[in-house]
């Protein structure tokens, strides 16, 4: 059976659905993909509104060759070895096809990679004991294999992305760095580059489809805490308006994991997009018509993060020793940066006229400071 690639536009001779007999294995992949909403939208609406089974079928050869064909490590569609492992996998509702075409292709491509070259320890080479991708993951991933494969790996793939990359840097200080990608380029030069490499599928080998599907709903917000950069939560990716903000390897999707790691910093992200907003919108008009609308952005953040939005830092936390008193209270609204003046007779005071003055506002948003007479 010949198909038709969506992103490269090219024929190749598929060889999954050929091998699928079992009328129940087929009545059981159609009932995943009915329920799997990450398939290609363009894929499912060729299907019609109620396609057949062995429709089904070809669309599912479709896009697990699609997957498989276009790795870091080359194709590893050809011989056909994964196919019957990923499709088990699929039915029994253990990964969706996000998670094959997003990240699992190019761990199975590593995997095979260092498998053709006699790189792996006996006990990884026998593929039938893996049970999920994740087991697969996590021994291309073992230090003992990184050099290998990355001889392996094109170095000129990185270099290729990282030349046509886009992105806006929001943050870059001792601890932090901290961006808004625009392109494809940008995603995969963050899985890849420094520090963890991250699994996220945005920066994937097939990442580009992932890309436009995410950017198009809201800026996605890419994060490295360089005092950590190779630990697994040294890299973090947030994409709010799909409620997204995973680790590197996507094991921890937790708002109250990032706040406690990193206490404040989602209030710096905010303030930052907030000042920048003028660059956002102008380096997105190519995603969306007229730009990213920052104060949805803003306003996604807050809805879908609360905890870490309330999260400080230790040197912002209320102490007993922090000053207080009668004088002029500098009021900072930290997501747009403005500030006013209130005569005041200490913290207590000042806060209390400014809720008479705003009754709807939340405290958690501004920083008061006393002002020390020159």
Same mark, same amino acid.
């Given at each position: ?12 001779? *598929? ?28 894929? /499912? ?10 429709? !089904? ?5 479709? /896009? ?5 064909? $276009? ?15 990923? =499709? ?26 260092? %498998? ?7 006990? +990884?080479? &026998?593929? #039938? ?8 993951? !996590?021994?291309?991933? &073992? $230090? ?12 000129? /793939?990185?270099?290729? +992305? ?6 806006? =840097? ?5 601890? @932090? ?12 030069? @963050? ?8 699994? @996220? ?20 917000? %890419? ?22 903000? #995973?680790?590197?390897?996507? %094991?921890?999707? $937790? ?22 907003? =003028? ?5 997105? /008009? ?23 939005? *309330? $999260? ?20 900072? +609204?930290?997501?747009?940066?403005? !500030? ?17 003055? +705003? ?16």
């Amino acid at each position: 059976m010949r198909i038709f690639d969506f992103e490269t536009k090219e024929i190749f001779e *598929a060889n999954v659905a050929a091998k699928i007999k079992d009328p129940k294995t087929i009545k059981m992949l159609s009932i995943a993909m009915r329920h799997d909403n990450t398939l290609p939208p363009q894929a /499912v609406a060729k299907l019609g509104p109620k396609p057949s089974e062995d429709d !089904t079928l070809k669309l599912w050869s479709e /896009v697990l060759d699609a997957s498989l064909r $276009s790795t870091d490590y080359g194709d590893v569609s050809a011989d056909g070895k994964f196919d019957d492992w990923l =499709t088990r996998l699929y039915i029994n509702g253990v990964v969706d096809y996000e998670d094959i075409n997003g990240e699992g292709g190019d761990a199975l491509g590593a995997w095979k990679a260092l %498998s053709i070259r006699n790189k792996l320890r006996p006990e +990884h080479q &026998d593929f #039938n004991k893996f049970k999920n991708l994740r087991q697969i993951q !996590t021994i291309v991933r &073992d $230090s003992n294999y990184r050099q290998e494969l990355s001889r392996i790996k094109d170095a000129e /793939v990185i270099e290729k +992305h990282k030349r046509e990359k886009k992105e806006l =840097t929001l943050i870059d200080d001792e601890r @932090f760095l901290v961006t808004v990608p625009f392109n494809y380029g940008a995603c995969y030069t @963050f899985n890849n580059e420094m520090g963890y490499q991250a699994s @996220f599928c945005t920066g994937s080998s097939s990442g580009l489809t992932w890309f436009n599907r995410y950017a198009d709903d809201g800026p996605i917000v %890419s994060i490295i805490d360089k005092q950590n950069s190779d630990d697994v939560n040294g890299k973090w990716q947030m994409h709010a308006p799909t409620n997204q903000l #995973n680790n590197g390897n996507q %094991s921890i999707r $937790s708002d109250e994991k990032f706040a406690e790691l990193f206490p404040g910093l989602m209030t710096k992200i905010i303030s930052a997009i907030q000042s920048k907003s =003028t660059e956002i919108k102008k380096s997105s /008009v190519d995603i969306v018509p007229g730009g990213y609308d920052i104060d949805k952005s803003i306003a996604d953040i807050k809805k879908r993060f609360p905890l870490s939005v *309330a $999260s400080k830092a230790p040197d912002e936390e209320p102490s007993g020793e922090k000053e207080d008193g009668e004088g002029n209270w500098l009021v900072t +609204h930290t997501p747009s940066g403005r !500030t006013a003046r209130i005569p005041a007779q200490n913290r207590d005071d000042a806060q209390q006229q400014l809720l008479n003055r +705003h009754p709807n506002i939340n405290l958690d948003d501004f920083t008061f400071e006393l002002q020390r007479e020159e």
